[in-house]
C-alpha cells in the first residue's frame, strides 16, 4: 500500500474584492518520494488576466487540477456573510472548514486514514489554522510551491464562474471585467452607479486601487 505522504494545499480568491464571494480551496496531492520528481499538473498554471479568454484558460486548467488531485473542496462566503462576520473570520472559519472537507473525503475515499500521512500548505499571509493533528508548512516569499498555485486557481476559477454569472445579473456593473477587484474601471463603475446588489457593505470611502496579487 501507499504510504507517501499527501499535501493539501488551500488556495483563497476574493479577499482584497469589494464584490462577489469569497472563495476558499483545500486540494490535495501525492507529494513525490525522494527518488522522484515532483511535477505539477501544468506547468503554466496561470493566476492572473481578466480577458475571457484568461477566464477560460484558467476553467480548463481548474479541470485538469481537479483530475489529478487525490480530492478536493471548496467553501464560498457570500457578501451578506462577509457584511456580517467580516473577511478575516470567515478566511480562518473557510480555511479550516476546507481542509476538513478534503480530508474528509480522503478517508471515506480509503485513500488516507492515517494523519501522520498529511501535511497542510498554507500561503506566507493565510489565516492561522487553528491547532491540527498533522504539521502545516507556509510558503516563504521566493518559494511559491505549485500546490499552493493550483489550489489558488482552484479557488479563483469557482470565483471566476460566479463574478460571470452576477455579470449576467447586474450587467450595469461589468463585473466580468474587473471580477469585482480593486481596478480603476471597477471604481469608476462605483462612482457612476454606486454598489450593486453583490457590492460589499465595508468598500473603502476612498476607494483606494490596488492590483490583488495571486494569494498563493
Known sequence: MDQSLIAVAVGECGVDAWAGPLV??????????LNEDSAS?????????????????????????????????????????????????????????????CIEQLVAKEVATDPGRFVVLL??????????????????????????????????????????????KYPQWALAEHMGDPLPRHRQLLDELGPSPVHHATIPADRGLSVPEARV
Open 123 to 168: 500561503a506566507r499571509d493565510a489565516p492561522a489554522a487553528g491547532k491540527l493533528p498533522f504539521p502545516v508548512e507556509r510558503s516563504s516569499a521566493d518559494d511559491v510551491r505549485w500546490e499552493l498555485a493550483a489550489a489558488a486557481i482552484v479557488a479563483r476559477s469557482r470565483r471566476d464562474m460566479r463574478m460571470v454569472a452576477f455579470d449576467h
Open 41 to 101: 499538473p501544468d506547468p503554466a498554471l496561470p493566476l492572473g488576466g481578466y480577458s475571457p479568454h484568461e477566464v477560460l484558460r484558467r476553467a480548463v486548467v481548474d479541470e485538469a487540477i481537479r483530475r489529478a488531485a487525490l480530492g478536493s473542496a471548496v467553501v464560498e462566503r457570500a457578501k451578506r456573510e462577509i457584511d456580517v462576520c467580516g473577511i478575516e473570520i470567515l478566511r480562518a472559519e473557510s480555511l479550516r472548514t476546507a481542509l476538513s472537507r
Open 24 to 33: 476558499v480551496a483545500a486540494v490535495a496531492f501525492r507529494l513525490p518520494k
